[in-house]
């Protein structure tokens, strides 16, 4: 199969590489077209396009990945997307994986995301997609091995279901024998925090977080308590079903675990 990998973190992000290394493993043709730089939060923004009319790209050659095309785009993660499903990079690609983030895309806040927000842009144009996210916290070590196992194992599931919507994924940050399984599940109203306007002064408002309960069942809840959550997902919006189902019941704890 072949793939094209991208993120909101950048061409340099681990993530992605540790991503890169285990579709790569398993077999599969690996592309690689990622901002050249931070794009987190843009959603699914393409940049000014219809000013410009250009992509611009530069060759990128990865130490760790010799033999994997990558590429370092000059705009968003979703730029990325629509370059490849419209035939660029090489060709059309059977599937694209948004990831690994450094941290959970959750709920409906997803609409802000820039890795879920390249997946559900390959999807407008006809290509599968799947965005992975690891639930990372500051200070801790990264699993990022965890999160690759996951989407390696899931990546047929979502070329093969013929869905249109995007694969939302968010792996716990452990170990994968430390994992509990995985679980769809529905998207939560708000993100793990919500945010509250207040202002600070003449000009300026001020952001403040806090945490409110997840709803039991939502990908907020089963995340926090240990599970792999999947939900299916279409321009923000939950459309979780028996598709879902029927991979969770597939794919079981020692597969992911390798």
């Known amino acids: 199969m072949r793939i094209l990998l991208t993120n909101d973190d950048g061409i340099d992000g681990l993530g992605l590489h540790a991503l890169a290394r285990a579709l790569k493993t398993c077999g599969h043709e690996v592309v690689i077209a990622a901002p050249n730089r931070d794009y987190s939060g843009y959603g699914a923004a393409l940049g000014p396009l219809h000013v410009t009319g250009q992509v611009l790209f530069e060759d990128r050659e990865i130490e760790e990945l010799l033999g994997v095309e990558a590429y370092a785009v ?9 370059s490849a499903a419209l035939g660029g990079f090489g060709g059309k690609p059977d599937l694209l994986v948004s990831g690994i983030n450094a941290g959970a895309n959750l709920g409906r806040a997803v609409l802000h995301s820039g890795t879920v927000g390249a997946a559900l842009t390959a999807c407008q144009f006809g290509v599968p997609a799947m965005a992975i996210s690891l639930a990372h916290r500051p200070d801790e070590e990264f699993y990022w091995d965890t999160a690759a196992v996951c989407a390696a194992s899931l ?87 028996g598709a879902i189902d029927t991979i969770v019941r597939r794919l079981t704890n020692e597969e992911l675990a390798g």
């Open 155 to 241: 990546v047929h599931s979502a070329y093969e279901t013929g869905t249109v919507g995007v694969f939302n994924v968010n792996v716990p940050n452990r170990r994968p024998c430390a994992v509990r399984g995985m679980k769809a599940a529905t998207l939560a109203v708000g993100g793990v925090v919500q945010a509250s306007m207040a202002e600070a002064g003449p000009g300026t408002l001020e952001i403040n977080y806090g945490r409110s309960d997840p709803v039991p069942g939502s990908d907020i809840a089963l995340l926090l308590d240990g599970w792999i959550t999947l939900s299916l997902i279409e321009a923000g919006r939950d459309v979780a079903g």
């Open 74 to 82: 000059d705009g968003p993660p979703a730029l990325c997307a629509f």
